[in-house]
């Protein structure tokens, strides 16, 4: 069996560690097609933090308390560069977490792809599965708010118009919480960007493709707006199926609440489940899978199955697998 997964985030760290667990149960393969809109340049390093998040967490590696960065990490480099007041003081790297930026710079400054880069960082954390950037091209999320003088410079306020200015999503993320007045998301070079080798193809050869419990706006809606990509898994022959990430109106982690909101989409497993729609309709699923909580969901064309989706441990989470995989 090949399993593809589509995902990125910290619920989506978690869920793949039930992925590869299930599928080192029943002997499939695993290819992850993870999310980088939320890449940035930072100190003129690449920081991914979706994919590190990944390999982290499947490495053994995560911090489990914070659920992103390294555990045991250290803040050495972060207090030195406040010491000169270099910016943005708004996020911080860890010692450890910048080595891998270091090596990710390196290589992708002499010549090395992404998904090649990527298949190098993994043979120390021995992920398990196949990780794969979802593009090796230009992919940003910005976000369209109310422009504010402090957050950019006029230069950067133009464009728009109607007071709009565009920031990184990282910055509307951790430094404003979300809690800015905000338009709309725009995927920066997702029309020019094409799918990562080996994305398209796992896909087509999939048995089943798992649209893991990410934020469905910011993780998985990137994914989809690389050229090709919502076409390969909506013409592919593997069945698709979703998992909420909402459990009972809310998000288990995050701010997806926030981010429905700016699309317009109510944040219930419902509102979710209609954002990606029915692919005899032209969405993306066949099947649902929706918490106890949310068992009366009805997503048009869609068949809806219920099952306990909090990922207390990893059994909890290779069963919500199983019950995903069994839907299929």
């Not at 045991?72 to 972060?78: A, P």
């Not at 298949?119 to 910005?142: F, Y």
């Not at 109106?249 to 700016?262: E, T």
């Amino acid at each position: 069996m090949r399993i593809v997964v589509l995902t990125g985030g910290i619920g989506g760290a978690r869920f793949l560690l039930g992925v590869r667990a299930y599928a080192q149960e029943v002997g499939a393969e695993v290819t992850a097609v993870v999310n980088v809109g939320d890449d940035l340049r930072l100190h003129g390093l690449r920081v991914c933090p979706d994919l590190d998040s990944v390999m982290y967490t499947l490495g053994g590696g995560a911090d489990p308390e914070r659920g992103w960065g390294r555990t045991g990490e250290t803040w050495t480099v972060k207090e030195e560069l406040a010491a000169y007041g270099a910016e943005p003081g708004w996020f911080g790297l860890g010692d450890k977490d910048l080595a891998t930026h270091l090596v990710r710079t390196t290589m992708l400054d002499a010549g090395y792809p992404l998904h090649q880069v990527t298949e190098a960082l993994a043979t120390r954390w021995q992920p398990g599965v196949r990780l794969l950037p979802a593009t090796n091209d230009r992919l940003e999320t910005h976000v369209i708010v109310s422009a504010r003088s402090e957050l950019a410079s006029p230069a950067a306020a133009g464009g728009f118009g109607g007071g709009q200015q565009a920031i990184h999503f990282q910055e509307w993320w951790v430094r404003h919480r979300a809690q800015l007045p905000t338009h709309r998301f725009v995927f920066v070079g997702a029309e020019a960007a094409k799918p990562a080798p080996g994305v398209a193809e796992a896909i087509a050869e999939a048995d089943v493709v798992l649209i893991a419990p990410s934020n469905p706006v910011v993780s998985i809606t990137p994914i989809l707006a690389v050229a090709g990509v919502r076409e390969a898994v909506t013409t592919g022959p593997a069945p698709v199926v979703g998992v909420s990430p909402i459990i009972g109106g809310a998000p288990v982690r995050g701010m997806a609440d926030r981010c429905l909101a700016v699309v317009g989409v109510e944040c219930s497993a419902a509102g979710v489940g209609q954002l990606y729609g029915a692919r005899t309709a032209g969405g993306l699923l066949d099947g649902w899978l929706v918490a106890e909580e949310d068992a009366q969901t009805v997503v048009p064309q869609v068949t809806v199955r219920a099952a306990p989706l909090r990922m207390i441990d990893e059994a909890a989470t290779v069963a919500m697998v199983r019950a995903a995989v069994e839907m299929a």
